[in-house]
């Protein structure tokens, strides 16, 4: 059974910098697609940045140098490095994955679903 852990979240002041961390067990299809997705209180879901099995990256538009997604095969780990941070990035993250092996990250950001999800991870930005 697959299982995606995150961690890393917390409380930070806007322009600071957070590091989200997923560790994936049960699978050996880490290089497939994977994402990280947010949600705030009283808002739908969106997607924050993808990757493909290439590790070719692709971040939504309004964290587009701040946010850079990679990841470790090695460790089985994917990662949402977050600078400047700003209060509306306050939200639950998620990271997901998908047994689809795309090759390009922004082709992963078209799935309309995710398989797998793991339990959130709290960000806080203050100002």
């Known amino acids: 059974q697959v299982r995606l852990v995150e961690s890393g979240g917390g409380s930070v002041q806007a322009g600071g910098s957070l590091k989200l961390s997923c560790e994936v067990s049960?699978?050996?299809?880490?290089?497939?697609?994977m994402g990280w997705f947010r949600q705030a209180p009283g808002k739908e879901r969106e997607g924050v940045a993808y990757?493909?099995?290439?590790?070719?990256?692709k971040v939504a538009a309004s964290v587009k140098g701040r946010f850079t997604i990679s990841r470790d095969n090695a460790k089985n780990t994917l990662y949402l490095e977050m600078n400047n941070v700003q209060v509306e990035d306050t939200a639950m993250y998620y990271c997901?994955?998908?047994?689809?092996?795309?090759?390009?990250?922004?082709?992963?950001?078209?799935?309309?679903?995710?398989?797998?999800w793991g339990q959130g991870t709290q960000v806080t930005v203050s100002s």
């Open positions: 990757v493909g099995w290439n590790n070719s990256p």
């Open positions: 997901a994955a998908d047994p689809r092996r795309l090759l390009l990250g922004a082709k992963c950001a078209e799935l309309s679903e995710y398989a797998h």
């Open positions: 049960g699978s050996t299809d880490i290089d497939n697609c």
